[in-house]
């Protein structure tokens, strides 16, 4: 059972006819390893791909796509009216389509017209579908009726056909159904037309080819804050240090970087015509002053102690630059601050002085320590922001948070005109 679910849930896995069904079988086995009652309503063409009893197998349900089938469980209504959640995966064109057009011909789209319960469709499609006017008013139609319609990644399509289409991965398809589950509300189209740098992970300041200072970020905050950012929306360019292997999110472009300077320099490039810039990143605050070119060797060599030379503040960096004009007057910046308490003071006590001195807009609180933020999946704390307001984030996952996060900072946005231009062209702050 997923750790954030509090009773087994009845979740429904509809299966499109396309080449990535296959990648349904990882979404299928995420909720039955979590516990989950899972339902499979593939649609014909899907068991082209993916036969039945792989369907079955990994599900431990008998799975079915007419509506004349165990005629008196009435499965075309109960699926439905019973289920927890809904995923689709992959959700073709033509699925969207029939779906769009309130069709219930076969079990799927039945089960379709009678879930109440957050529905995500994970569209995949050669990209001159996905671009095409009918699929694009089909995923508005679909998402103003309340569906979660996700970004589709880019990369290799069928045959040598790369670009925008490309079904996510598994795990991201059901992270984002997870958020869902939690918070139904999670994914408005709240951010469309606006461009967020995000940073991320940890930087790595070398002391030497071997050797380097670095931190125990795992970036999992910075690239949920982006997954969410995209599937709300914006355009987002992930400025991203070291990480615990995670995978790029889809529609996000991702800028690699290793050091405090290599960071600084990547984000202020990447700020310039941002609506937002959100430092989630660990970012060391100090490097080594000289790095070796060789391997420190122990021995008479080695030295006694290692010089340090301050790193500077990316944030406060970017909140002079707006102040003097280098970067937009409407770009909102959003700090994160990893506190623990000591004899001075408690979290927020440090966080509210971090506050005063950074003169971000909002600042998000962790207090951190073992079993803390560092490398969890989930997270707690608290957003500081310039109006004196303090919320609290109560514990929830990663991806939950960041729903928050930006929640927080969508307000702060400058209003923009019908073709994405800001309005406001003066300093509000």
């Known amino acids: 059972m997923s750790p954030l679910s509090s009773q087994r849930r009845r979740v429904v896995v ?3 006819g396309g080449i990535a069904a296959y990648k349904a079988c990882g979404v299928i086995r995420h909720f039955t390893e979590a516990g989950d009652d899972v339902r499979v309503v593939p649609t014909e063409s899907a068991l082209q791909f993916v036969g039945r009893a792989t369907f079955e197998a990994l599900s431990g349900n008998p799975v079915h796509t007419g509506v004349f089938a165990d005629v008196p469980e009435v499965p075309h209504v109960r699926l439905g009216q019973e289920a927890d959640l809904v995923v689709v995966a992959p959700a073709t064109a033509d699925l969207m389509a029939r779906v769009a057009a309130g069709r219930a011909d076969d079990l799927l ?7 109440r319960c957050p529905v995500v469709f994970a569209p995949a499609m050669h990209t001159e579908m996905w671009e095409h006017p009918a699929t694009v008013d089909n995923v508005a139609t ?7 319609v996700i970004e589709p ?3 290799r399509l069928t045959g040598k056909d790369t670009g925008p289409g490309r079904l996510p991965e598994p795990d991201e398809i059901a992270a984002i159904a997870e958020l869902l589950a939690e918070r139904a509300d999670a994914l408005p189209r709240s951010l469309d037309g606006r461009h ?11 002391l030497d080819p071997v050797r380097f200072l670095g931190n125990r970020s795992s970036g999992k905050q910075g690239y949920a804050l982006a997954r969410v950012a995209a599937q709300r929306g914006a355009q987002v360019t992930l400025v991203s240090g070291y990480t615990s292997d995670l995978a790029p999110p889809s529609a ?13 320099t990547a984000v202020r490039e990447a700020a310039g015509h941002a609506d ?15 790095v070796a070119t060789s391997k420190i060797k122990k021995g ?3 030295p006694d102690t290692v010089p340090l030379t301050r790193n500077d503040d990316i944030l406060a960096g970017l909140v002079a630059a707006r102040a003097d004009g280098e970067l937009r007057a409407e770009t909102a910046i959003v700090g994160f601050a990893a506190e623990t308490g000591d004899e001075n003071g408690d979290v927020l006590t440090h966080a509210r002085a971090k506050f005063a001195r950074k003169k971000c807009d909002l600042l998000v609180v962790n207090a951190v320590g073992e079993g803390k933020a560092f490398e969890m999946d989930s997270n707690a704390g608290w957003i500081l922001s310039t109006d004196g307001s303090e919320t609290a984030l109560a514990h929830g996952s990663k991806a939950l948070m960041a729903s928050r996060v930006l929640d927080a900072l969508t307000p702060l946005l400058a209003p923009t005109t019908a073709d994405g231009q800001c309005t406001n062209t003066g300093d509000s702050r």
């Open 276 to 290: 937002a810039v959100i430092m989630a990143a660990a970012v060391a605050d100090f490097r080594p002053s000289t």
């Open 142 to 148: 679909l998402r103003r009726r309340g569906t979660v």
């Open 14 to 16: 509809g299966v499109g």
């Open 109 to 115: 789209t039945a089960t379709l017209l009678t879930a």
């Open 196 to 206: 967020l740098v995000i940073s991320a992970g940890g930087t790595r300041e070398p």
């Open 300 to 302: 008479a060599d080695e």
């Open 252 to 264: 996000v472009t991702v800028v690699p970087v290793r050091t405090a300077q290599d960071m600084q």
């Open 153 to 155: 990644a880019s990369g």
